[in-house]
């Protein structure tokens, strides 16, 4: 591939024709001035241009051979330090000789460019390579590495020696075009004295011999690479000389014609004759393109109605699955109804044993609060019995202590029978006393008896009623236990149905996604048939066409040329894209077939012609078999 394509590198060339053996030096100088440098840097970096002769994948072989990253600001950091310096010198010079209008002037007037005025620019770039065949043939693949290596160390050597003390600043070498070559950039500096501008440092590129004699650098060049059989150019300028000195006409001057513009002016010619050989071609193609869009048109009808037959059926199917899933989720949603009323009624039985229970909790607190106040009646009970039992000890004692005294009385008595009546009155009320007491005794003991025997049974009664509750305790605890059971099974079983309730919502859940995933294929399904419609209709139109080679649909002649309109046109076909491109190739299948038979009609003619070939002028003949190459003829034809 890389054979066919020139390099539209401007200083590139081969002025002089290569025989056998014979390999001319290429060494070309231009003038560069400093603000276009930055063409330079594009070139090498493939930022920008024609690139249409590069390979991209030999880029990587391209190498910078002399000069830093940043070899173009240092450069342009000198110009600008030669101007500031050169303007302070030239008015340091004029102040120094008393030309203060003069220094005034030139101070107005600001610092100048470090050059004499050039239409060429202070700078030079250049370009040193040779043949392509000298390095084995177009491109890298083909190339001789060893050769290349010489002729790159002998070209900076050469470079290096006649560019010397820093004027070489730049070098590097593609290997990326059919030859490899280097590009390079000069930059000759001299310093200049003078009474009235002082010491001028100024680029001057003709201060080095090679630059200022154009015969001196070819003779140069044409010495430093003859080790390698790498000659000098032809002498052009000194046969002219000759020929004018003896009187002679003078050769026709050569001009440089850059490889941009010769291969513009190649593919002209090139286009010229396809145009004259396809203009009959066309027309015998025209007809057949023409019965072949009908025989196509005819196709293209069967494949749409074959596609949307298709296209019917899968919504057809479509459809059916829908019903399906919309009838299961009717059913689904009716069993998840079922489930949601058992488990209600479930939630309301189980509410309701937790009320009987909160009930029973309820009554064993008001049973303990009654044995709790039935304890405490209890103590009092028995706290009266103590406070009676030691009231009847008090009364014991005070009877003792009664009868101990009615005793002391009596002998007290018998003692004083004979006293006088005033002792026997105070014995008598004594006795009475006694009486009294014993009575008062004995009313209070029945009191205390018939008290007693109120307490025993009221505190019998109670006992009978502290059974009971004992009794109703325990029965309602083993109720409790009962119903704590009831309640564990309750919730198992709520647990349960919970669980299946949670499945069948999950499987619902998938029923609906599986029910939008086919609703969403029959979208989609009806939109890819409006595609495929919509691109039919193109396809017959002429809108679009099939490309075999690119196995893809592309752009007819009818296509739309705005680009909006081919944006909205492609995104309405995308989703039926690829049934598109196979009726297409069907279609294209068709119209190949008919262009072949066209095709062997023009063979036939061309092979006719073929037979005139040997009353045909050599350039008539190789104009012939040019035309057979691009066109793809087989050789055996002529």
């Known amino acids: 591939m890389h054979e066919e394509i020139m390099s539209v590198q401007p200083k590139f060339e ?18 560069l001035h400093p603000k276009d440098i930055w063409r330079i840097l594009m070139h090498d970096r493939r930022r920008g241009g024609d690139l249409s002769h590069v390979d991209p994948a030999a880029t990587t072989f391209n190498e910078r051979l002399l000069g830093e990253q940043d070899w173009d600001k240092k450069l342009k950091s000198e110009i600008r330090a030669a101007r500031e310096g050169n303007f302070a010198e030239k008015i340091r010079a004029l102040e120094a000789k008393s030309r203060k209008k003069e220094a005034t002037t030139v101070r107005g007037l600001g610092p100048s460019n470090p050059w004499n005025a050039c239409s060429e620019g202070p700078l030079r770039e250049g370009i040193i390579t ?66 009235h501008s002082g010491r001028q440092r100024l680029l001057q590129a003709s201060a080095n011999p090679l630059i200022a004699r154009y015969e001196t650098a070819q003779d140069l060049a044409g010495e430093a690479f003859a080790a390698l059989g790498i000659t000098r150019g032809e002498r ?14 003078l050769p026709e001057k050569r001009a440089h014609v850059p490889p941009s513009q010769w291969r513009t002016k190649l593919l002209a010619d090139a286009q010229a004759e396809a145009v004259q050989v396809l203009s009959v071609a066309q027309e015998g ?41 919309e009838q299961g989720k009717v059913a689904l949603t009716e069993t998840v109804a079922h489930l949601r009323d058992e488990a209600d009624a479930a939630r309301d039985a189980c509410q309701q ?59 007290e008595a018998l003692v004083a029978e004979g006293d006088s009546v005033k002792k026997t009155e105070m014995a008598r009320e004594l006795r009475e006393k006694l009486r009294l007491v014993q009575e008062r005794a004995l ?17 019998a009664l109670e006992e009978e009623k502290l059974g009971l509750v004992q009794a109703l305790v325990v029965k309602e605890e083993k109720n409790l236990a009962m119903v704590r059971r009831e309640v564990g099974v309750i919730t198992d079983r709520m647990t349960e149905e919970k669980n299946t309730l949670r499945a069948v919502v999950n499987d619902r859940e998938e029923e ?87 095709r062997e009609r023009l063979r036939e003619d061309l092979a006719f012609v073929s037979g005139l070939r040997a009353q045909l002028s050599e350039a008539q003949a190789e104009r012939l078999s040019g035309i057979e190459d691009r066109h793809g003829f087989d050789k055996e034809t002529k």
């Not at 979208?523 to 099939?546: H, I, N, R, Y």
């Not at 995104?571 to 279609?587: D, F, N, Q, Y």
């Open 236 to 249: 052009r300028a000194e046969a002219a000389r000759a020929a004018k000195a003896a009187g002679q006409q």
């Open 130 to 195: 040779v043949n392509k065949d000298w390095f084995g043939g177009a491109g890298i693949a083909k190339w001789d590495k060893g050769k290349v290596a010489e002729f790159k160390a002998r070209a900076m050597d050469f470079l290096q020696e006649n560019f010397p003390d820093g004027q070489l600043r730049y070098a590097s070498g593609h290997a990326d075009e059919e030859a490899f070559h280097i590009h390079f950039v000069v930059a000759v500096w001299r310093e200049k004295v003078s009474k």
């Open 443 to 459: 009313e209070e003991e029945r009191g205390w008896e018939l008290k007693r025997e109120r307490v025993g049974s009221e505190l």
């Open 512 to 598: 609906e996604k599986r029910l939008a995933e086919a609703r969403r294929q029959v979208e989609a399904t009806k939109v890819v048939v409006a595609a495929v419609e919509e691109g039919l209709e193109a396809v017959c139109a002429g809108t679009l066409a099939f490309s075999e080679q690119e196995n893809k649909v592309k752009w007819g002649e009818t296509a739309p040329q705005d680009v909006e309109e081919r944006k909205q046109l492609v995104a309405r076909l995308k989703p039926g894209l690829e049934l598109i491109k196979g009726i297409a190739a069907m279609a294209a299948g068709v119209v190949k077939k008919l262009l072949a038979v066209e």
């Open 14 to 31: 081969n002025v002089f024709p290569v025989t056998e053996n014979s390999f001319p030096i290429v060494f070309r100088l231009e003038g």
């Open 285 to 325: 193609a025209r007809e057949a393109v023409g019965e072949a869009r009908d025989l196509g048109g005819k196709v293209i009808r069967k494949s749409r109605k074959r596609a949307i037959k298709e296209a019917r059926l899968r919504r057809e199917a479509a459809d059916r699955d829908v019903k399906r899933l």
């Open 353 to 411: 044993t937790w009320e009987e229970v909160v009930a029973l909790q309820d009554r064993a607190a008001e049973v303990t609060e009654e044995i709790q106040g039935t304890t405490a009646e209890l103590r009092l009970v028995r706290s009266e019995i103590t406070e009676e039992r030691e009231h009847r000890e008090r009364f014991r004692k005070e009877k003792e202590e009664a009868e101990r005294a009615r005793d002391k009385a009596r002998v």
